[in-house]
């Protein structure tokens, strides 16, 4: 079970990367946990079993400089936990096409390819970069990989009082093959955290130190 769990975290990783805001009404959103200052919410996605996952915390970064590290998507392999490759498929300045591939222990590996969005509204300050599947996008299927058909996500980065910025990532996946809604629901709840502490750390981690 342990291996199943370590598996399913490892999975719904490739679905947490850009996160998700879904265009449907849902059900109101009820707490899960509280982990290193994030606040982990959950609610189901309408007619499926399966989650939307909302993580909430509060960053001393103000929002472009969180944007920085969330845009530079092909530096992602070198932090991201089980990304194996990836390649930016269309570069604009507010719009990506990006496909990447995951490892995956013990089950075969996955694929899928998104569009990525920026928004920045000029007035609040607030940035969002938001994705979603792209099939029109799709190479091939492999036989290596699980192609992942069903992914949507997003940040928002909302300026707060002394510089910071309030962290709202938001995400629905599913990881694809046979594996039980109930495990993916319930790595979904792990990863969205780590995810988001994994860019944030990130941030710091690329931050100019005194006197450079």
């Not at 009404?25 to 189901?44: C, I, N």
Request: net charge neutral.
């Amino acid at each position: 079970m342990r291996t199943m769990r370590h598996t399913l975290v490892s999975g719904v990783l490739l679905g947490l990367l850009l996160g998700g805001c879904l265009a449907w009404a849902s059900p109101p959103w009820e707490w899960v946990t509280e982990t290193e200052g994030m606040q982990v919410e959950r609610r189901l996605l309408p007619g499926t079993t399966r989650y939307e996952v909302r993580v909430s915390t509060s960053a001393p970064f103000p929002p472009p400089v969180i944007f920085q590290t969330l845009w530079r998507q092909h530096e992602y392999p070198a932090f991201v936990p089980y990304l194996k490759h990836l390649t930016v498929l269309t570069d604009a300045p507010d719009v990506k096409v990006i496909y990447e591939q995951i490892t995956m222990p013990v089950v075969r590996d996955r694929d899928y390819t998104v569009t990525v969005t920026a928004t920045t509204d000029p007035t609040s300050g607030q940035i969002q970069v938001s994705f979603v599947s792209a099939p029109e996008a799709w190479p091939p299927v492999q036989d290596a990989y699980v192609r992942v058909t069903a992914i949507q996500g997003s940040w928002t980065l909302v300026p707060t009082h002394g510089g910071g910025s309030l962290v709202t990532y938001v995400v629905a996946s599913d990881p694809g093959g046979a594996l039980p809604t109930w495990l993916v629901n319930r790595a979904q709840r792990q990863a969205a955290p780590a995810v988001v502490k994994a860019i944030l750390d990130r941030v710091k981690q690329t931050l100019p130190r005194d006197g450079e």
